[in-house]
Structure formats: C-alpha cells, structure tokens
C-alpha cells in the first residue's frame, strides 16, 4: 500500500472520512445527542404555544454510569515472564514511569470525560503525544501529553474495522488558531507557512460567522512496523513525515456499544432518546 502524504492527498482521504461519516448520520446523532444531554430537547420542535418542560433524566443515567465506571481509581503493574532479581527490579522501574506519566499528563482527571463522551457520543478516543516544549527542570526537556480527541475529529482508514491497532492508517482533526498554526510551521522550517488562511467546519458546531481558525491534520500510519506521522493542512505540510519509534499507535479507542462493520459506536443515550421525549409531552 502507497501511503500518501501530500497535504492534499492526505485532505483528500478526511474528505473521504467525512463521507463516511455523514453516510452513517454519525454528526448528527452527536449533534442530537449532545443537545438531549444538556437539556435542549425541544429544539426544531413545532409546538406554538405548548408548554416545554423538560424532565433531563438522561443527564441523570449518564452521571450515574459514569460515577460507577469512574469510582475505581486505575493502576499499572509490570511482571516479568521469567522473574529473577533484575527483571523484577526492571519491571518495578517501567510500573514507576507509567505512573508518573499517567499523574503528570492527567490522564486520570480524564477518565470522566472519556466516559461520558464515550456514552453520549457513541466513541471515546485518547491521544498521547510527546511535546518537546514541557519543562522538566532537567538537562532533557520535553514529557508525554494526553488529549481527549472527540469521535467526529478522528479518521480510520478502514471505517469497518474497529480495531486502531489494524488500521493502515489514522488521521486526527484539530481546530487551532491560525497564528499558533503559521508559528509551528515556521519552526519546522516551511517557506509557506504565510500562505495558510483560516477554514471552517460546518461539522464542528462552532459559533459565529467569523473565526481565526484552521483545521490541522495529523496523519500516523506503520511503516516497516514503526509508526511514522506527519502535520497537514489543507495546501501546506507543517511537519515533515518522520519516525516516532512507536509500534503501537498512540491512541486507545473506545466505542460504547459495538456495532457490526463500524469503528465507531452505539451511544447509550440514543436509545433513551425516546423516552425522554414522551416524558416532556406527557408533562407539556
């Protein structure tokens, strides 16, 4: 398989993921679920002059799931498959440093946020990367961070296998100022950073006529078994396509319920949706 890394071509393939994802209404389920989730369940709705009362119990499930997921705190353990002194004392180091990760990145502050996306939006994704900016008052700068990437944000190559592990590749959308976006691609030594206007995303919800913002795609994919990346807008490459080392994509996926020959899934608040609909009517 060519991989393709050419801004266009790369702004070629979220196009295609966009389709996908309009083909299985995915945009406006979140849009929908989402606007139920806060308490907007009366809009598009022609009532006149009926009383709209809303009785939210689909916030109230929510937290209540997301309570009992989250009420565990999450650790990590290292065993080595033959033990002896220096592999136990190997495996203790590799617990040690994935705990300080997982602290300084925040990672378990955002447990409650992947679970609620998860549940209202149908998928959960985290993202870590490593910033070459984070302080660390030693002579090697630069620490792992974690983002919580919304499911409309983030592309599979192959829309029907769920598993991110399998996919020939990854693609994550990002909305970033527009001066934030020239400065970076400076830094890396592009001659046409000056060239990258502002965009819109009808998909994102953003409000107001006017933004500053651009869309940012950052494309991973497994070459010879190593994880490659590199940084696109629509016309310009931010960051040449490079090695990260990894063999594992530095993304962990989950859907709330699986569904058949789909990476993204079944959001429980869908189902619900109904019923707090007759709950508002029989109160109106």
């Known amino acids: 398989m060519t991989i393709k890394t050419a801004p266009k071509e790369i702004w070629e393939e979220y196009q295609k993921g966009i389709q996908y994802n309009n083909s299985i209404d995915l945009y406006e389920n979140v849009r929908k679920n989402e606007n139920f989730y806060i308490g907007k369940q009366w809009e598009g709705v022609n009532a006149g002059d ?77 993202y870590l990367y490593f910033d070459p900016d984070v302080e660390t008052g030693q002579d090697a700068e630069g620490d792992v961070r974690a983002e919580v990437i919304e499911n409309i944000n983030v592309i599979f190559g192959n829309p029907y296998i769920k598993d991110e592990q399998k996919q020939p590749y990854i693609i994550i959308a990002q909305r970033r100022q527009l001066a934030d976006v020239r400065a970076e691609a400076e830094r890396n030594g592009a001659a046409d950073a000056e060239t990258i206007k502002p965009d ?34 629509q016309n310009t490459e931010i960051e040449k396509p490079k090695s990260t080392d990894l063999k594992l994509y530095p993304i962990s996926w989950m859907p709330w319920e699986t569904v058949r020959a789909s990476y993204h899934g079944q959001a429980s608040i869908t189902g619900l949706i109904p019923n707090q609909i007759a709950i508002n009517r029989l109160y109106a």
Request: glycine share 6%; hydrophobic share 40%.
């Open 50 to 126: 009926l009383p709209k009362p809303v009785m939210n119990i689909m916030k109230r499930v929510i937290a209540y799931q997301t309570a009992m997921i989250v009420s565990d705190d999450v650790g990590i353990s290292f065993t080595p498959h033959r033990p002896t002194d220096d592999a136990e004392a190997i495996a203790s180091i590799f617990a040690g440093e994935v705990e300080r990760v997982i602290e300084q990145a925040g990672i378990k502050e955002m447990h409650r946020e992947l679970v609620r996306n998860s549940s209202v939006d149908g998928d959960a994704c985290l």
């Open 200 to 233: 819109s995303d009808d998909n994102q919800g953003e409000a107001g006529a006017e933004n500053d913002l651009v869309t940012v795609l950052i494309k991973m994919w497994k070459q010879d078994k190593v994880v490659w990346v590199t940084k696109t807008t």
